[in-house]
């Protein structure tokens, strides 16, 4: 089975660049997560989406950040304009809502300079 | 506030023995999950071991075992044997319950280090 699948793995971009981290939940899952992993301040919850409608979005740091789950097998998280400040590690994950474990995708890792 | 605690920012075990690593919680709500992941060097989260708040039993997956005590809000994952592929971040989380959408919270982590 395939797992959650995200794109790119790896990203460097110039300050100021529009960047687009995707994301592919498990078949059959309906509610989506995205969080941040830096060294500073852990894993943090951006936002999370269930049945393709977002939930909660009071992690998003600021307007410079917009996610979007048009459908239920897919999901962006868009920076613009990127600074470096958001050079971090962004998993995607999801679940079943009728089971309680999340699955993670295996990371973008983003670096602004 | 903090939900999830993680007191040890790094432990140290030898290989082969058992090892503890804490984690305790905070929620007024009388549904929730209680998860470890653990994440390599490589970077990858990987899911452990769960309990629900209404299990009468510890969970457990070969090596690992949840030790719940509901009362004092602790969720502690045992090691038993541990093995040197066991060194990395060990991370506690909670699911809380919720008729539309359950957040999902993680503690600071525990970077654990099996010496040979």
């Known amino acids: 089975d395939a797992g959650v699948i995200q794109s790119p793995r790896h990203e460097v971009t110039e300050m100021g660049q529009e960047v687009t981290l995707r994301c592919k939940p498990i078949s059959g899952h309906n509610s989506l997560f995205w969080y941040r992993q830096t060294m500073m301040r852990g894993l943090e919850l951006l936002i999370y989406?269930?049945?393709?409608?977002?939930?909660?979005d009071s992690g998003m740091p600021e307007d410079r950040f917009s996610a979007k789950m048009p459908n239920a097998s897919f999901s962006t998280l868009k920076i613009q304009p990127s600074e470096p400040r958001d050079s971090a590690v962004y998993f995607c994950?999801?679940?079943?809502?009728?089971?309680?474990?999340?699955?993670f995708g295996e990371g973008s890792w983003l670096t602004v300079v | 506030a903090q939900k999830i605690t993680q007191t040890q920012p790094g432990m140290f075990v030898q290989e082969k023995e058992a090892v503890t690593l804490d984690c305790t919680y905070d929620t007024s709500d009388p549904s929730y999950g209680l998860f470890w992941y653990k994440q390599p060097s490589s970077g990858e989260m990987i899911f452990l071991i769960y309990?629900?708040?209404?299990?009468?039993q510890n969970a457990t997956e070969g090596r690992y075992s949840l030790n719940f005590q509901k009362a004092r809000k602790s969720a502690n994952l045992v090691i038993s044997a541990s093995q040197l592929g066991d060194s990395a971040m060990y991370f506690c989380?909670?699911?809380?319950?919720?008729?539309?959408?359950?957040?999902?919270?993680f503690g600071p982590g525990t970077r654990l280090s099996v010496l040979p």
């Open positions: 989380a909670m699911r809380e319950g919720g008729n539309y959408g359950q957040n999902f919270v």
């Open positions: 994950a999801s679940s079943w809502d009728s089971r309680n474990t999340i699955y």
């Open positions: 309990q629900g708040s209404y299990d009468q």
């Open positions: 989406f269930n049945n393709n409608v977002p939930i909660d």
